[in-house]
Every structure is written in structure tokens, then in C-alpha cells.
């Protein structure tokens, strides 16, 4: 079972910057997407940015211009690259590779990432 390690969360203020990297153990097979996805207390998880296996970006209107996803193929690890940070960006980060089959995605534990004023 491939485990995706989170790290790069913390508490920073606002308008800072933060990267959020979330390192697979091992091969994530031949995957459709990955996505960075954050859940707010008392709310519904939302996706934040998508990255396809061709390459495609997708960013969630709220955070388009601020956020950046990417991966490293060499380290087998993905980034989000958040700037100019929002109180509203407060939330806990989850990364997935998602497959074909929803059963053979990969998730993060998660990592807070909290914006103070």
C-alpha cells in the first residue's frame, strides 16, 4: 500500500507564502490526476488544484493567482505553492492521486495550514 506523507503546513500571516509537499512511498501507478483538496471546520472538503497525467491545471476560482501545483517526477512528489495567503485559506490540506477506480486512489493524512491576521 502506497502511503503520501504530507508536510509544509504551520501558521503564517496573512499575505505570506507556504509549500505544501506530499511524497508518495512508493509507485502511484498509471494515475488519471492528482489534486491538493482542503477541508474548513464545518465545511464540505473542496478541491483547491488538480494537476492531469497530460499535464492540465485546474485551481479553484478562490485561490487562482496564489496557488501552484506541480510535481517532481524524480522525487515522486507533488507541491502546492501557496502565496498571498488568505484567513480564509485556513484549513486542513489533503493531497490524492486519483485512478480509474476510486478504490485505488491514494490520500493524505492531511496538514493544517492556519493564516492569522
Known amino acids: 500500500q502506497v502511503q503520501m506523507v504530507e508536510s509544509g503546513g504551520g501558521l503564517v500571516q496573512a499575505g505570506g507564502s507556504l509549500r505544501l509537499s506530499c511524497a508518495a512511498s512508493?509507485?502511484?501507478?498509471?494515475?488519471?490526476?492528482m489534486g491538493w483538496y482542503r477541508q474548513a471546520p464545518g465545511k464540505q472538503r473542496e478541491l483547491v488544484a488538480s494537476l492531469t497525467s497530460g499535464g492540465t491545471t485546474h485551481y479553484a476560482d478562490s485561490v487562482k493567482g496564489r496557488f501552484t501545483i506541480s510535481r517532481d517526477n524524480a522525487r515522486n512528489t507533488m507541491y502546492l505553492q501557496m502565496s498571498s495567503l488568505k484567513l480564509e485559506d485556513t484549513a486542513v490540506y489533503y493531497c490524492?492521486?486519483?485512478?480509474?477506480?476510486?478504490?485505488?486512489?491514494?490520500w493524505g493524512q492531511g496538514t493544517q495550514v492556519t493564516v492569522s491576521s
Open positions: 512508493g509507485n502511484i501507478g498509471s494515475f488519471i490526476a
Open positions: 490524492a492521486v486519483h485512478h480509474r477506480s476510486p478504490e485505488n486512489d491514494y
